[in-house]
């Protein structure tokens, strides 16, 4: 049974790290749900949501220029900076405990934010030394964004249960010690072997060839289709007046879609054998299913196509990253992953700012929306045969 939902040794190991890690953060959020740091929903008002939006910026301000390289710096002792993110969150939550209604929330929770970006940038850089070869790669990174998705349910299902009969602060305490249950656990991760660091023009060559570049291109469209149809459904459904079951029913269809791309994505690279076509499947689905909704614009495809925007997104990502690790330096995959990771915030931001302040209709937005897929979508193929094509020429 573990081994069926964690992946066998030693993945089971880093799989174990970030059940509780995530699950933890999810105390975290619950925990502050109550305050002004984190109380703006998407129902709210348009300025509120946009600050909200600025915000989740924030923590990627250091991502990219300090927390990859410093990822890097100590990257065949990868497990240890695992094991010290989820020690630095742990002691940060015990402060905020004693600190919920002080100014001194402030700094702490942004340390909290900026120490589980660093965590899930080296996350992602620890993959591909724990999987046997890179077919893998797609299934290993799916069997985690999934197991994050459920320990985030469960823990803020559990915090929210607490919430409600006490405070935030046993909340906050209880998180703390999950996380230094995963820090625990991160230290058992088996340590990398130690590669030399390329050189810039080496890096900058292989993260700037044709693959990662039409691939991440790609990604972006899906990833701010995210913000995008979301905020978008959101603010047209507040102002049509529409009952509260059916926000609930939205967001469990965004967090199911999310989660059914995590068991279609391995299936797919097991068919399509490469990690490419699984962007232009993801760029295709959503492009579909938006243009649908968009002519028979009703609840049920106003449902089905957020379902199909976050699973379009799921499997790209899958996808992505596994190129990602498959592609990029092995001793450069924290800068790579933070580069990319800060991009595809950027991007998530832009997207629901759009909703937002230009306001455009649901169907005219999801048909905004599929006509941008479409032309991501010739535009990738089109490039990804251009590359295959030289690197078909290239071969003696």
Known sequence: ????????????????????????????????????????????????????????????VL????????????????????ASTCLGRGILCLFAAGNLHTLLLYPEAFGILILDKAYAITKSALVPSLVADDSNLVAANSRLTRISTLSGLVGGAIAAGILSVT???????????VYFAGAITALRIPAETPTE???????????????????????????????????????????????????????????????????????????????EPLLAFALILTAAVSVVAAAHL??????????????????????????????APDAARGRSFAR?????????????LGAVVLQPGTGQGLAIYAGVSVVALVAYVAGTKTRRGAAANETP
Not at 63 to 82: K, Q, S
Not at 302 to 324: E, M, N, P, T, Y
């Open 197 to 275: 660091m390329p050189s810039s023009a080496l890096e900058h060559r292989e993260l700037q060839s044709l693959t990662i570049r039409f691939a991440a291109g790609a990604m972006m469209i899906l990833r701010a289709g995210i913000g995008f149809v979301v905020f978008l459904v959101a603010f047209e459904l507040k102002s049509a007046g529409d009952p509260t079951w059916f926000f609930g029913l939205i967001a469990v269809c965004g967090i199911a879609g999310g989660l059914a791309g995590t068991f279609a994505s391995p299936i797919l690279r097991h068919r399509l054998h490469r990690e």
């Open 298 to 327: 009703a609840h049920p495809t106003i449902a089905a196509a957020v379902f199909a925007v976050s699973f379009g997104a799921s499997i790209g990502r899958q996808g992505f990253d596994s190129l990602l690790q498959r592609d």
């Open 340 to 352: 990319f990771e800060t991009l595809f915030q950027l991007l998530w931001v832009l997207g629901a």
């Open 63 to 82: 991502l990219a220029p300090l927390v990859g390289p410093l990822v890097d710096r100590f990257g065949h002792a990868r497990p240890a900076v695992a």
């Open 167 to 177: 405070n935030a602060v046993p909340v906050l305490q209880i998180a703390s010690l």
């Open 1 to 60: 049974m573990f081994t069926r939902i964690f992946g066998a040794m030693p993945l089971a190991r880093l799989s174990t790290t970030h059940a509780l890690g995530t699950g933890a953060d999810a105390f975290f959020t619950v925990s502050l749900a109550g305050s002004v740091f984190f109380n703006v929903s998407i129902g709210a008002a348009r300025p509120r949501t946009i600050g909200y939006l600025v915000l989740t910026l924030a923590p990627f």
